[in-house]
């Protein structure tokens, strides 16, 4: 596609229920990354994937989160019991050149995860 | 680890102000630094980069200039426009840290006509 899509765009929630959030990243972007932006914080890194492997899954503040990606192109984050912490704004990013100096991140618009 | 420390916001300026928006990092090779910046209601986008020490970066009149030895990577701009009110992200990739680009707090930036 043109850009990076997520879905959903908004997604609320009750505690303890299970969520899936859905990227799709620009056709041909190898690497594929999820941050985590909460309010007045900073992009927290969560995981990154090369094709269909996850060589850095540092990110993840839990074993209640997990993602796969599947066909080197969508990846779905899954959040398991959620808590209100969880809420935030998830976001994906996908690049041609990991690692590389020249590498840059296109990002798409955002999950806004409420959990009530 | 990596990490990139930047000024708190939000910063309020006037049109036609001069900004700096300050930014320091911490690294154990020698990484890439960026800017990315956020529109209200817009994904993060690249602003500009400078992937070497000395190498300066610029795009729509904002500049940053790669200082490793002050592991320093400012942004500024001579005259700003209402246009610029977003907020702004510096960050730094290194192929030694696994391949993720690490981000800052971010700093909001609002300019008054």
């Known amino acids: 596609g043109a850009g990076v899509s997520q879905s959903p765009s908004n997604k609320v929630t009750e505690k303890g229920k299970d969520v899936e959030l859905r990227c799709d990243p620009i056709?041909?972007?190898?690497?594929l990354y999820w941050y985590r932006q909460s309010l007045g914080q900073g992009l927290e890194f969560l995981i990154y994937f090369q094709g269909n492997s996850a060589p850095d899954k540092s990110g993840l503040p839990s074993d209640r989160f997990s993602a796969e990606r599947t066909g080197g192109s969508v990846s779905t984050l899954t959040i398991q019991r959620t808590q209100q912490e969880d809420s935030a704004v998830y976001l994906c990013?996908?690049?041609?050149?990991?690692?590389?100096?020249?590498?840059?991140?296109?990002f798409g618009s955002g999950t806004q995860l409420s959990v009530l | 680890g990596d990490s990139v420390t930047q000024m708190e916001g939000p910063v309020t300026l006037s049109e036609e102000a001069f900004l700096t928006i300050n930014c320091t990092y911490t690294a154990t090779g020698y990484p890439s630094l960026f800017w990315y910046v956020q529109y209200p209601g817009e994904g993060l986008q690249l602003l500009l980069k400078a992937t070497k020490a000395d190498d300066k970066g610029s795009n729509k009149g904002f500049e940053a200039t790669y200082r490793k030895e002050t592991t320093s990577f400012h942004l500024e701009k001579g005259s700003v426009q209402v246009s610029d009110s977003a907020v702004y992200f510096c960050?730094?990739?290194?192929?030694?840290?696994?391949?993720?680009?690490?981000f800052g707090a971010g700093t909001r930036l609002f300019v008054k006509a």
């Open positions: 056709s041909g972007h190898t690497a």
């Open positions: 990013a996908s690049s041609t050149q990991p690692g590389s100096a020249n590498e840059k991140l296109f």
């Open positions: 960050a730094l990739s290194e192929k030694t840290g696994g391949f993720k680009t690490i």
